[in-house]
Structures are given as structure tokens and as C-alpha cells.
């Protein structure tokens, strides 16, 4: 893996039963990268995501994440010591936030340090408590997730990941969980995640974010990748036919936005 690639996947394929989900994903990214992943439902967009933290284990490839290899059709004995190495430079952002509904938020974002990376507990707690600060929810660290919104939950999860100081940030649809109107404040947290030179892969349908923030736009279909470019590239001049399908409906609307229709 070169210096500054942080995530390198090799041939990945994964089935479930007879459908085969992912049919051989190549992919290099590098530090500080922000790749978003498009593509319609069933494509195998969150597949390819909970692969790479062993969420899910595909069936054949390599993984490597920050210097960590993984084959994943190894069955030695060393194998369970690799991915658990592997999972520690990774941290995941879900669609439904995932935090524990007995702890506080505090607690929620501590748990990884001391459990995981086995941090005394007062300096978990600092460390999670400016995290919290950092998303902008410092005045609720002690509240509870049923006590907060959506987007705040998200805020919060997003704390959860970066506290860890992870290589690469994995986020699942952060947005498809949310009611309109609180959207925007988790995007523009994920913008200054971007912003801070962080490597983010971002499983979305929010095209105005893979637009304006992601370095690199990925279309996938039917388990692999059609066609990925610069996010100016994907977004203006697509050259694959599925592609500009799957894109023309937001062209349409932001055509209409712009000229006020």
C-alpha cells in the first residue's frame, strides 16, 4: 500500500445465499479523502461499507486499512486477531445513530476508548466531553438520546467516531433516518469533518453534499462500481449511460431550483 493510502481494497465479492452482492470492488483511498458512494437501492452501497469493518465478511478479497491487511478468505488462527486490529483504524456513522439508550451521551462516546482502547476513564471523559463541544452539543452531555433530536443523536454518533482518531470514518446513510428539517445540521457537521482533512466514506443520497464536499463520487450498480470520477467529472459529464440516468433526476431539479421553475 502506498504512503498515502489509508484504505486498499482489492476483489472484494460478498453473497448472500445465490445473490451475489458484491462482484469484485477495487478501490484506493487516500488520506484526508472524502469518497461519496451513490447508487439505487440493492446496488450494494452498505454492503461494501459493513465489509470493510467486518460488519460483514466477504466472501474473497483483501482489506487494508492503515497498514492493516486482511484476507478474507484466511481461516489460519491469526485471523480474528487481524480483523479486530483492522476494525480499531475504522470507526462507523449508521443510519439510526446506534447509541445505547441507558447511557448518556457522554457515556455513549466514551465507551469505544475504554472498553476498546482500555483509556483511564477521567481522560476518556475529558477527550469525550471536548468531542461533544466539537459537534456542538456541550450543553447536553449528560443528556439521554431519548432526551435530543434526530440530528443531535447523529451529532452525537459522529463524536462517538471521531473521538476514536480512527484512519477512515465509514458513514451508512447518516441523513435517511432524519426529518427534513434536521438534515442540514448533520451535513454541515459532516462538512466540517471534511473540512479538517479527515478520510470519509459516505454512503448517501444527498447529491448536494457528494457534490460540493467529496473529492471522489463513486456510482455503483448491481454490485460494482460503473464509473467514478472528481466530483465536478461525475456531476457534469458523466460518461457512462447508467450514470447519467441515475443523476438526471437531480439534474432536472437543480436545473428547476436554479432558474426558479
Same mark, same amino acid.
Given at each position: 500500500m502506498e504512503n498515502n493510502t489509508v484504505v486498499s481494497i482489492k476483489n472484494l465479492h460478498k453473497s448472500f445465499g445465490d445473490v451475489e452482492v458484491l462482484k469484485g470492488i477495487d478501490m484506493d483511498i487516500k488520506k484526508g479523502e472524502v469518497v461519496a458512494i451513490l447508487g439505487p437501492s440493492g446496488s450494494g452501497k452498505t454492503t461494501f461499507l459493513r465489509c470493510l469493518n467486518f460488519l460483514e465478511t466477504a466472501d474473497k478479497g483483501i482489506v487494508e486499512i492503515g497498514g492493516q491487511r486482511v484476507d478474507c478468505q484466511d481461516k489460519g488462527k491469526q485471523q480474528k486477531k487481524k480483523i479486530i486490529e483492522l476494525r480499531r483504524n475504522t470507526a462507523m456513522v449508521f443510519q439510526n445513530y446506534n447509541l445505547f439508550s441507558h447511557r448518556t451521551l457522554i457515556e455513549n462516546v466514551m465507551e469505544g476508548l475504554v472498553v476498546v482502547h482500555k483509556m483511564d476513564k477521567t481522560e476518556a471523559y475529558d477527550k469525550s @466531553? @471536548?468531542? =461533544?463541544?466539537?459537534?456542538g452539543l456541550g450543553e447536553r452531555i449528560n443528556y439521554y438520546p431519548h432526551m435530543i433530536s434526530g440530528g443531535q443523536k447523529q451529532r452525537a454518533s459522529m463524536a462517538r467516531? =471521531?473521538?476514536l482518531n480512527p484512519y477512515v470514518i465509514l458513514f451508512d446513510e447518516p441523513t435517511s433516518a432524519l426529518d427534513p428539517e434536521l438534515i442540514g445540521e448533520v451535513l454541515d457537521t459532516m462538512k466540517q469533518i471534511a473540512d479538517e482533512?479527515?478520510?470519509?466514506i459516505v454512503v448517501t443520497h444527498e447529491m448536494l453534499f457528494a457534490r460540493d464536499v467529496a473529492d471522489r463520487v463513486i456510482f455503483m450498480d448491481k454490485g460494482v462500481i460503473v464509473e467514478q470520477g472528481t466530483s465536478k467529472q461525475i456531476f457534469t459529464q458523466p460518461k457512462e449511460e447508467r450514470t447519467k440516468k441515475f443523476l438526471s433526476r437531480f439534474m432536472v431539479l437543480e436545473t428547476a431550483e436554479n432558474y426558479h421553475i
Amino acid at each position: 500500500m502506498e504512503n498515502n493510502t489509508v484504505v486498499s481494497i482489492k476483489n472484494l465479492h460478498k453473497s448472500f445465499g445465490d445473490v451475489e452482492v458484491l462482484k469484485g470492488i477495487d478501490m484506493d483511498i487516500k488520506k484526508g479523502e472524502v469518497v461519496a458512494i451513490l447508487g439505487p437501492s440493492g446496488s450494494g452501497k452498505t454492503t461494501f461499507l459493513r465489509c470493510l469493518n467486518f460488519l460483514e465478511t466477504a466472501d474473497k478479497g483483501i482489506v487494508e486499512i492503515g497498514g492493516q491487511r486482511v484476507d478474507c478468505q484466511d481461516k489460519g488462527k491469526q485471523q480474528k486477531k487481524k480483523i479486530i486490529e483492522l476494525r480499531r483504524n475504522t470507526a462507523m456513522v449508521f443510519q439510526n445513530y446506534n447509541l445505547f439508550s441507558h447511557r448518556t451521551l457522554i457515556e455513549n462516546v466514551m465507551e469505544g476508548l475504554v472498553v476498546v482502547h482500555k483509556m483511564d476513564k477521567t481522560e476518556a471523559y475529558d477527550k469525550s @466531553k @471536548k468531542m =461533544l463541544e466539537r459537534v456542538g452539543l456541550g450543553e447536553r452531555i449528560n443528556y439521554y438520546p431519548h432526551m435530543i433530536s434526530g440530528g443531535q443523536k447523529q451529532r452525537a454518533s459522529m463524536a462517538r467516531a =471521531l473521538v476514536l482518531n480512527p484512519y477512515v470514518i465509514l458513514f451508512d446513510e447518516p441523513t435517511s433516518a432524519l426529518d427534513p428539517e434536521l438534515i442540514g445540521e448533520v451535513l454541515d457537521t459532516m462538512k466540517q469533518i471534511a473540512d479538517e482533512g479527515i478520510t470519509m466514506i459516505v454512503v448517501t443520497h444527498e447529491m448536494l453534499f457528494a457534490r460540493d464536499v467529496a473529492d471522489r463520487v463513486i456510482f455503483m450498480d448491481k454490485g460494482v462500481i460503473v464509473e467514478q470520477g472528481t466530483s465536478k467529472q461525475i456531476f457534469t459529464q458523466p460518461k457512462e449511460e447508467r450514470t447519467k440516468k441515475f443523476l438526471s433526476r437531480f439534474m432536472v431539479l437543480e436545473t428547476a431550483e436554479n432558474y426558479h421553475i
